[in-house]
Structures are given as C-alpha cells and as structure tokens.
C-alpha cells in the first residue's frame, strides 16, 4: 500500500480513528480519578564509612559496593518483612508487603535506595524507614566473626596512642634542656627514632581495623512522607490509552481495507481495467417522491454534482477526440450504481452546452428514465422497434433546450432479440445522423447480455462504478465481457465518491450555493444516492 492509499484509508477511517482515541482518553481518565492513590518513599542508606572514614581506600570502597547488592536482596527477605511488620502492626503479609518494597543498590557508589509504596503517605514513609533500620541491625550479622580481632585492634591503637603520647612528652622535655650532656643528647636521639616507630605502628593498626568498617550501614537520608502520588497519573493515562486506542483502531482500518476488494478510487480502476477515470460524482440530492431531483444539473445546477457531470462532459470529449462519438453507451457491472442518472445528468450536460441530444432508454428490463423525466412510456424505444419507426416520432421534449427522450416503452418478453435485431442498428444510425449525440442507458453487463450487444452498435462505452459497493471482480468480468463484444469503451464514471471535492466547491461558492432552492418546493431534497 502506497502513502496516498494509505492516507485515503486514514481519511475515510478519521471519524472512527477520533472517536476511539477520545473514548479511550476519556475513559483512562475517569478510572484514574477514581482509582486509588499510590505514594511513595524513598530512603537512602550509606554503605560502610566511605565517606567519613579516617583512613578510606579503593578496595574498602569496592567491598562496600558488593556489599550493597547483598543488603538489596535482604531487604525484601521474610524474616526482615516479618520484623517490620510487626513493628509497624501493618495488615500485609510478608509477601504482600515485598510487592511493596524495593531496595536497589547502586553500581558505582556504596549507596542503597530502599523503597515503599502505600495508599497512605504516612505508612510509605514509615516502611521504608523501618526497613533501612532492620538492615543497619542486620549489618551486624555480617560483621559476625570480626568483633573479636576489632576488640584487640581497637585496644592496640589505645596502648600505641599512649605510647605516643608519653614519647612525645619526653621529647619535648629534652628539647627544652639548654645544657644537654652527650647522654642526654642520645637518650633524645632515641626517642624521636622511637616516635617514628611508633607512629608506624599505629598507622598499619587502623590499616587493620578499616576493612571492618566496609560492612557498617548508616541512613544518610531518611524517608519523608510524599506530598503526591505516583499513581495513577490521569492526564499520562489518558495520553497511553489515545495512543494505543488510534494504533489499534487504525490497524482495524487497514486490516478491513486490505481486505475489502470494492473500487474505491482512480487507481483502483485503471489497476483492475486499464481504464481512465473519466468523471467522480459526489453524492446526488434526491427525493423519494420525485426522481426529478435526480437531474442534479438540472435542479441544482452550482452543485458540486452538476459541476462533476460537466467535467465528465469534457473528459469524454477528450476521450473522443481522435474519432468522434455520435453514439454513446452508459452502463455499469452490476444493479443499482446509478448508470441511468449519470446517463441523464450527461445528456443534460450535453443539452446545455448547446448540442442536439437524444437520450434513449434502452434497459428493456428495468426502465428508469421515464420517471426521473416524469414522462408517459405508453411508447417509446420498442415501439419504434416493432413499427420500423424513427426514434423522432416516439421522442419526447423536456424543459432542457436541446434534450429530447425516448422512453423503453412496453416491456417485450424478449429484450436481447430487439437490440440485436437489423432493425435496432438502422433506428441508431438514422439517430445519431439526426442528432449531435445519442446517449443510451442500458442494463447492467453482468446481470443479461443487452449492454454487449449494444456496445457493439455505438461508438463509445462508458462504464458507470459504485465506489461504494461494486466488487474489483465484478468490475473486471464487465470489462472482459465488452472487450470481447469488441466494445470502445472510453473510461469509467467514479458514482458516490467520498472525498473533499464537494466541500472545497461550497466553501468557494459559499452562501451563492446554500441559496439555493429546488424549483418545486413542496418536495423537500434529501442527501440519498442514485440507485437505478
């Protein structure tokens, strides 16, 4: 599918496509203003003394960092969930509560971010607070075994710091002494080599005791009770569920489109016949009572339809140019896609552009051009058949200048024989040499072999399309049928389209087209399409 069928699809499917997003926007929004509030906290656990230790290096930041992703995981465990929640006398059970808590380590600092959900503000604070502090009491479990080395480190550094203390006393007791003698002098010797002994031992002591601080948890930022929620969030809702809502109902356009075979525009025909598209009529006003309002070129005449039918009129001048039309066939594939009101509207078209125009019924099984002219078909195309009459005496004169109609008269039970017969070729010729041009309405090529025989006596064919309900494959065993009556056929007629040509023409015209009335005013127009 190319980008113009793909934006006739979207233009022919935009009402459903807005309807269904604004449903589902509105929709996501009233269940989000009703649905409950979720808040949520957050607290922040420092792991080890990274930050505050007196003597922190790279590989004490690194233990720290595993560390975290073991206090992440024990933050979510039951026997911890079981201590929060009986500290806090909460309803949940460990497992419905670790759906509410999440703790995540981060990957490249020693940090821990413990998080709680709850309809309250309040509670989701307080979880998350209650389960950093059961991790700061945990922690102790994973010191375990080092308490007693820390215990002998910690009494080693005091006796060291003594040490140091009384060594620099004595140190500044000598350093005083203005007549020092030679022992004195050494004793001070000693003593500065003995500071620095000493400060060295101290120094690889807290070397000692820093690995131990790696596993030592502190709140750095405790949780607070959120002033909103985080769910449910209605405009964010309202915005998902649109755009899922368009997506889906435009996959159901297309996935209808796809498979829906009708001929719906230009391309469609010249793909399925090879035709060009010589007209697209836009919707007929009609009335039930009277098919006068039918002639669109006649009632209505600055209608966008009356202006479709007068570029039809030009199109199949162009189309004959080469070799002239006297003669001219309308029909269509199947019933019912308005070849006898195109076939009228075109010859009044013709008629007002001051040609001599004989417009003949000639669908001896379903007659419809006497009712749309409100005319008597005592006599008319069958009669002139039987009597080996011109189609002059049984024609009739309509109120467009330069119009004249021949109805089917009565209906004979053998309708293919008339048409084919020596005598219905000499009735045409001798109409076409009296007139400008003969447009005929025929029946429908698929439904009896009248319009074949027909095509094969005029000079041109031209084939009228539903482009809302007629079938590619009926379009295509129509054309293969005159093509092999060895028919002229000049192009299609688009008949019903949908697209914006009418619009555009009323927004040029403005109040000069809506001013208009139909000529008999007690028959009230309504926007119904052409069906004979």
Known sequence: MDHRRALAVVRTWLPLLVVSAAVAAA??????????????????????????????????????????????????????????????GLPDSPESLGKRVQAKAQLDVATLTITAQSTDPAQAAAIANAVANQLI???????????????????DLKATQTLIAT??????????????????DAELDRAYAQLIQLRSTYAALLAFAAPSQASRLSVVEPAVPPATAVSPRPVVNSILAATVAL??????????????????????????TGLPTLGRIGQIRASGRQQLYRLAAVVYPRSPEAEAYRTLRTNVEFAAVDSGVRTLLVTSAVPGEGKTVTAANLAVVFAQ?????????????A???????????????????????????????????????????????????LLSSDRMRAIIAKAAADHD??????PPVEVVTDAAILSALVDGTVLVVDARRTRRRSLRRARETLSAADARVLGVVLNRIRDRSGADYREY?????????PRDRDARPENTGASL
Not at 167 to 184: G, H, K, M, V
Not at 353 to 358: D, F
């Open 27 to 88: 929709a996501a929004y009233g269940m989000s203003t009703v649905a409950s509030r979720t808040y949520e906290a957050q607290a922040t656990v420092i792991v080890g003394q990274s930050y505050s230790g007196t003597n922190t290096d790279y590989n004490q930041l690194l233990a720290s960092q595993r560390l975290s992703a073991t206090y992440a995981s024990l933050a979510t465990k039951r026997p911890l969930l079981e201590t929060v929640i009986g500290q806090l």
């Open 137 to 155: 009491s945990a922690s102790q479990a994973v010191e375990g075994g080092q308490s007693d080395i820390q215990k002998s480190v910690d009494s």
């Open 167 to 184: 060594t620099q006393a004595r140190i500044e007791r000598l350093s005083a002494s203005q007549s020092r003698t030679a022992a004195q």
């Open 247 to 272: 997506m889906a109902s435009a996959a159901v356009a297309f996935l209808i489109e796809s498979v829906n075979d009708t001929v719906r525009d230009s391309d469609d025909v010249e793909a399925v």
């Open 353 to 365: 552009a001051g040609r001599r125009v004989l417009l003949v019924d000639a669908d001896l099984r």
């Open 367 to 417: 007659p419809g051009i006497d009712a749309i002219f409100d005319l008597d078909n005592a006599t008319g195309l069958t009669t002139a058949i039987h009597a080996d009459r011109s189609l002059a005496v049984v024609a009739s004169d309509t109120e467009v200048t330069g119009l004249r109609v021949v109805t089917t008269g009565p209906v004979p039970p053998n309708p293919a024989e």
């Open 437 to 442: 041009l003969v447009i005929i309405d025929s």
């Open 509 to 517: 015209y403005g109040d000069a087209y809506a001013s208009q009335e």
